[in-house]
């Protein structure tokens, strides 16, 4: 039998001690983009939770059920970034959980698909929403995440895809509904 990889069977010790606590999640960034798009190389998990700072002394308490232990400065980095930044120290593997309370993150978390890892089902964001962040991030790596989404994915939920860039391009300098739409024609082009 294959063995799970390192990162996998740490994902799977994560979204099982998660699922365990009640606590809804996807894993996003770099894994996802790795499941919906091409295989490369990412030294970390992001992973959005379905809680938000008020519930930190719970995660802090899961974090430490899962294996994981905050990074110095980690708490006061979760009340004011939403993010909590921990290591499993056994791994040496960084992982970012992201303290979600907004409308788009509760949707995407409903959305979010279970992936066998080693016998455990682990919550992935949606390949819509994985594209939607990658747009939104729109940093080289991610662009090039985008592209071998969209060549790998032809079938796409367009208008979840349309109001939700529409949504995020209103606080943000860029036109992200023009981005997905040029990264669309340039990996499928028209006639």
């Not at 309370?101 to 979010?112: D, P």
Request: charged content about 25%; aromatic content about 4%; hydrophobic content about 40%.
């Amino acid at each position: 039998m294959h063995e799970p990889s390192t990162h996998s069977a740490l994902l799977a010790r994560i979204g099982s001690t998660l699922e365990a606590r009640g606590i809804p999640y996807m894993v996003i960034g770099g894994h996802a983009a790795i499941l919906y798009g091409e295989p490369r190389l990412t030294r970390d998990i992001d992973i959005t939770l379905g809680v938000g700072p008020d519930r930190l002394g719970d995660l802090l308490e899961i974090v430490r059920a899962a294996g994981l232990v905050p990074a110095p400065g980690a708490q006061e980095l979760a009340l004011r970034n939403y993010v909590l930044p921990c290591s499993d120290t056994a791994t040496g593997i960084d992982v970012d959980l992201i303290l979600s309370v907004s409308a788009y993150e509760q949707e995407a978390l409903a959305r979010a698909r279970a992936v066998d890892l080693g016998g455990v089902g682990v919550r992935f964001a949606s390949v819509d929403d994985v594209l939607i962040h990658k747009i939104v991030a729109g940093r080289p790596r991610d662009i090039e995440d985008a592209r071998a989404i969209l060549a790998r994915m032809p079938s796409l939920d367009r208008p979840y895809l349309q109001r939700w860039l529409q949504e995020f391009e209103r606080t943000s300098s860029s036109p992200l509904v023009r981005r997905f739409r040029e990264l669309e024609a340039e990996v499928h082009p028209g006639p």
